[in-house]
């Protein structure tokens, strides 16, 4: 399932140059020897740039079913009941907090029997927590309670948390681009006059509200692997161009 679409590409800085935007200063004389030369106008770098990264799920869900039949309505809530405690007293022990515990429950008759039913789904961001309590569970209560496999995904704030870091990483290629091809001509890089976020493409991953069914013979990572999310970007960025480098210093 593909990841929600992201915003469409805006301007993150773009400078008017100081000669359009003010009249210029009162000239000055300066000490000879002192200060870079004041860069020619019109001298820019256009560069692009791009990055990919990449970011595992940070949450699973993981449903357990259990349930009785019994010839009494109250022996079938109380076998139900006792069962549904001890995962939910396992599950605290272990750091899960209560507000990521939902349990729902349905109660009928079958003939001349009562039936209960139970599901308790668990919301995990340490797997190896949900490691140890689905370990457990399986251990002390056997056959009578059915753990799903584990469904992971990713919460909203992970998904933002990708886009811009995969945007920043972008522009980062690209300043390093342009430092590079200035010091190829023996220049200098100047400040950025314009930096524009062009294409951003996401694939791969879930989101808590379409969590698909995989094979159960899935291993737990590669299920984890499944649900990784992908971004990547490009951005274009104008940088001013100093004055050449002052390479005297250099060969002295």
Known sequence: MALPAPPPARVFAELVPAQAAAPAPTPTPASAGRGDPPAPSGREVHVSGSAELSAGPDRARVSLRLGSRKGAAGAARSS????????????????????????????????????????????????????????LLT?????????????????????????????????????????????????????????????????????????????????????IQNATAYASCRVFAVFEIKGKENRRNKLL
């Open 80 to 135: 139900v009941a006792r069962r549904l405690e001890y995962i939910a007293q396992s599950a605290r022990q272990r750091g899960v907090p209560e507000e990521n515990m939902t349990v729902t429950e349905d109660f009928s008759r079958l003939e001349n029997t009562y039936q209960m039913e139970a599901e308790v789904c668990i919301i995990f961001s340490d797997f190896g927590k949900m490691q140890n309590v689905c370990n």
């Open 139 to 223: 251990e002390k209560l056997g056959t009578s309670v059915t753990i799903s496999p584990p469904h992971f995904y990713h919460t909203p704030e992970a998904v933002d948390t990708l886009r811009r870091q995969v945007c920043v990483a972008a522009v980062g290629n690209t300043q390093r681009k342009a430092q590079e091809v200035c010091r190829l001509f023996g220049q200098a890089l100047g400040k950025p006059l314009l930096i524009r976020e062009e294409e951003t493409k996401e694939w791969g991953g879930h989101i808590d509200s379409n969590l698909p069914n995989s094979p159960d013979s899935l291993t737990l990572q590669e299920r």
